[in-house]
């Protein structure tokens, strides 16, 4: 049982590019988030998906897609990659109704 | 201001220590409170989970809520080289908002052996 995967685990980007953070999980979890976590800041929420089918955004989104491919795997992309988007990537997943969620071991991204 | 503020720490005891980690809020509407440990270039976990006021124990670990104060706090006891570690309080204020977490800074706690 893998839990959350999360693909690449680092990634360096020169700005303008796009690429793509892939994510599945194992769990069999209806919800989905990407938060991103940077010194001083905490985790914030980029866009979560509460169902196959359905995102929304979160605190801090702009700058990023997302798409919730089916109940295992959810990806976020960024378009054109700015300075501001170097910053350490979760996803994570959870059980319906319950606040316990399950994060992924990080995707460490460095924009030039 | 943020909504949740921590003190970055680093926080540094002896083996053996009582910890203590603290976060205040300013929603009152928060009802459920997590802390999470995060070990270095690792994703967090939970580590305890409570709703509304109360303290909730764990082994070696004992989580408070004060509500009225809008103040939560994690005791660590008899604190050893593997707690070090940062850990995160979070917060939501329904069961509906599962995930939708807002997050302290995290404390950065070193435990000296």
């Known amino acids: 049982n893998a839990g959350v995967t999360q693909t690449p685990k680092f990634q360096v980007l020169k700005t303008g590019q796009s690429m793509t953070l892939q994510c599945a999980q194992d769990?069999?979890?209806?919800?989905m988030y990407w938060y991103r976590q940077d010194p001083g800041m905490g985790l914030r929420l980029i866009y979560y998906?509460?169902?196959?089918?359905?995102?929304d955004k979160g605190e801090v989104p702009n700058g990023y897609n997302v798409s919730r491919l089916n109940k295992r795997e959810f990806s976020l992309r960024l378009e054109s990659a700015a300075p501001s988007q170097t910053s350490v990537y979760f996803c994570?997943?959870?059980?319906?109704?319950?606040?316990?969620?399950?994060f992924g071991e990080g995707s460490w991204l460095t924009v030039v | 201001q943020k909504e949740v503020e921590q003190d970055p720490g680093p926080l540094s005891v002896p083996e053996g220590a009582i910890v203590s980690l603290n976060c205040t809020y300013s929603?009152?509407?928060?009802?459920?409170f997590m802390w999470y440990r995060q070990y270095s270039r690792k994703g967090p976990e939970l580590l305890m989970y409570?709703?509304?006021?109360g303290n909730k124990e764990d082994g070696r670990f004992t989580a408070q809520v004060d509500k009225s104060s809008k103040y939560i706090s994690l005791f660590i006891r008899d604190s050893q080289p593997s707690d070090s570690a940062t850990y995160l309080c979070?917060?939501?204020?329904?069961?509906?908002?599962?995930?939708?977490?807002?997050f302290g800074q995290g404390t950065t706690l070193q435990v000296k052996p």
């Open positions: 979070a917060m939501t204020r329904s069961s509906s908002n599962t995930g939708k977490l807002i």
């Open positions: 769990m069999n979890h209806n919800s």
């Open positions: 994570a997943s959870s059980e319906d109704g319950r606040n316990t969620i399950y």
């Open positions: 998906s509460a169902s196959e089918g359905t995102t």
């Open positions: 409570t709703y509304s006021s």
């Open positions: 929603n009152s509407a928060f009802q459920y």
